[in-house]
């Protein structure tokens, strides 16, 4: 629950005015509010930090702990009778839970407790200003805080820090074990990051699985990196949820106030930048915010803005890459696809469609690519075949099947002429679903790769619980392949495994006439790269194809002498 600027002033006023005897304890039963007449009453006792039995030392007594323990561990508010001397007043305490601890409103001398209105209002003001699930304080008092920490910055005194932090794969963990096991998982996050901290150190939850640290009074950038990396090891090890192992990491992006922002939103967008980094530099790691970020972010913005208009401006096209079959056959060709930007000029693949899945454009552009190859295997001899590769992001549409079936009649093109090529990512998400589609276009007659077999979470049930046509060894394996006995005990494990199971093998990548020779003696069934034919232009697809025959014979024989 968000909380407004009167709340906040709201509360303030009240533990300043109140006539209460109100005190508010975190989860290690510390004093972190107080009433202005409860300091006035016990004096020295009543200090932030203080521990409940320091100011309550009633608690310690058998029946009284009994019964706060029950309330702090959930049960209903409850008020207990304090023990006391012979001729002393009455005394007793209304003990009621908050989000990160308990409440507790002192009666003394009155024989009563406090009013429930009151009680009431103390209670939903508290809750008002922290995070109901996590116990830490809420994102309106994030924002509040961060400004104060900035207006407070000037002369002698050190920068702030702002830290914030992003669980990695908290998605998976909400879709494989439930929201329930979420709830468990950002509540135990929480825990950790608040076991993290030090003095000038509060954590928030900012939003989702996102948390935040401000961080004052500290050498910078030393203690923002210190925390930075405590905070990144707390998270190694695993949380049990359920009797479940679950690992998920964090990310993390630094930056300090008044250098990279003289105001919460700006410094807020700094660290945001630096957040993004981390995440792009492999996860479960901290970046400090600096300049060049940036100008990066920037840049993939306006890549990211181009890229929305670039296939109705005519800026994407294919270039196809012929598939070899030993020794010298042409058997097709793998569609593949290109954007030359105005300005910047070619733009490789691999910056370009993570853009397009994350954006939701890869249904779009996936069609026309899928349309256009098609449409230019038609001008072939109809023994060739057209390779297209499919993102990820075009299963979850859920109508992947309906627009291949409906662009295979427009255009006129048998099913088997086409083969679809799919990276193992695509079996990791929704992979029941996946299969589904999958099999789906099998009966369609349309032939399925596995592509860049080996290089992500390879399993081997994949090739069980689906009839691939074709695995495709991925060129990390075949690039030291002449010389590294390693790939090649790998690439002849692939080829026999897949040939064990009626699966047919291209190799990627093959640069060399060596490279050839080695992939011809073990029996791959199909070679693609540079050394035996470059991406063409749809134009230039017809000549190589009528030259191939002797273009690839004078690849192989070059390679026999070369051996």
């Keep these: 629950m968000d909380v407004s600027h009167a709340g906040e002033a709201l509360l303030a006023d009240l533990l300043a005015n109140t006539t209460e005897l109100l005190s508010l304890y975190d989860r290690d039963f510390r004093l972190t509010h107080y009433a202005a007449r409860l300091k006035g009453l016990y004096g020295g006792a009543v200090v932030p930090g203080a521990a409940i039995w320091e100011i309550y030392p009633s608690f310690l007594d058998t029946r009284c702990r009994d019964e706060f323990l029950r309330v702090f561990q959930g049960g209903s508010a409850a008020s207990i009778e304090l023990p006391r001397s012979s001729g002393e007043a009455p005394r007793s305490v209304f003990v009621f839970g908050t989000a990160n601890g308990v409440g507790i409103i002192e009666s003394q001398g009155r024989g009563e407790r406090s009013t429930a209105e009151e009680q009431e209002h103390v209670i939903l003001l508290h809750q008002a200003t922290h995070d109901v699930l996590t116990g830490l304080q809420n994102r309106r008092r994030f924002g509040e805080r961060l400004q104060e920490a900035l207006a407070a910055i000037g002369g002698p005194k050190p920068k702030a820090a702002l830290l914030q932090i992003d669980l990695d794969d908290f998605k998976s963990v909400n879709d494989t074990l439930g929201h329930g096991a979420g709830d468990t998982l950002l509540q135990l996050a929480a825990g950790r990051i608040r076991d993290a901290l030090q003095d000038g150190e509060s954590a928030y939850r900012y939003a989702g699985d996102e948390f935040a640290v401000i961080q004052l009074g500290k050498e910078q950038p030393m203690e923002a990196e210190r925390l930075a990396g405590s905070l990144v090891n707390a998270f190694k090890d695993p949380f049990v949820i359920n009797g479940i192992p679950v690992f998920v990491g964090s990310s993390i992006g630094i930056a300090f ?17 630096a957040l993004y980094a981390a995440k792009t530099d492999g996860r479960g790691c901290a970046r400090t915010f600096n300049r060049p970020m940036l100008l990066l972010l920037e840049q993939r913005e306006n890549l990211r803005r181009s890229l929305r208009t670039a296939l109705e401006r005519g800026e994407l096209y294919i270039e196809y890459q012929p598939l070899i079959r030993p020794p010298s056959s042409v058997i097709g060709f793998e569609a593949l696809l290109r954007w030359r930007h105005p300005e910047i000029g070619i733009i490789p693949p691999g910056v370009f469609i993570p853009i397009a899945e994350a954006d939701g454009l890869m249904d779009e552009i996936g069609r026309w690519v899928l349309e256009q190859a098609c449409r230019q295997a038609l001008t072939w001899p109809s023994s060739l075949t057209v390779a297209v590769n499919l993102s990820p992001a075009q299963f979850l549409s859920g109508s992947l099947t309906d627009t291949v079936a409906q662009i295979i009649d427009a255009v006129g093109i048998r099913a088997e002429r086409l083969e679809l090529e799919i990276t193992e990512t695509v079996l990791l998400e929704k992979t029941i679903d996946n299969i589904d589609t999958l099999n789906t276009l099998n009966v369609l007659g349309i032939r399925i790769s596995l592509d860049d077999f080996g290089t992500y979470y390879s399993s081997l049930s994949y090739l069980k619980n689906f009839p691939f046509d074709t695995v495709k060894i991925d060129q990390y394996f075949i690039t030291d392949l002449e010389t590294d006995l390693k790939s090649q005990t790998i690439v002849q494990s692939i080829i026999n495994l897949a040939h064990g199971l009626g699966i047919s093998v291209t190799a990627e990548g093959v640069e060399t006439s060596a490279q050839a020779r080695w992939l011809v003696e073990e029996n791959c069934d199909c070679l ?19 030259r191939s025959p002797s273009k690839g014979r004078r690849a192989m024989e070059e390679s026999n002498r070369a051996l």
């Design 257 to 273: 106030g008044p250098e990279h922002g003289t105001d919460g939103e700006q410094l807020m967008k700094a660290a945001d930048i």
């Design 528 to 546: 693609q790269g540079n050394f035996l034919g470059r991406p063409l232009g749809a134009d230039a697809t017809g000549d190589f194809i009528r």
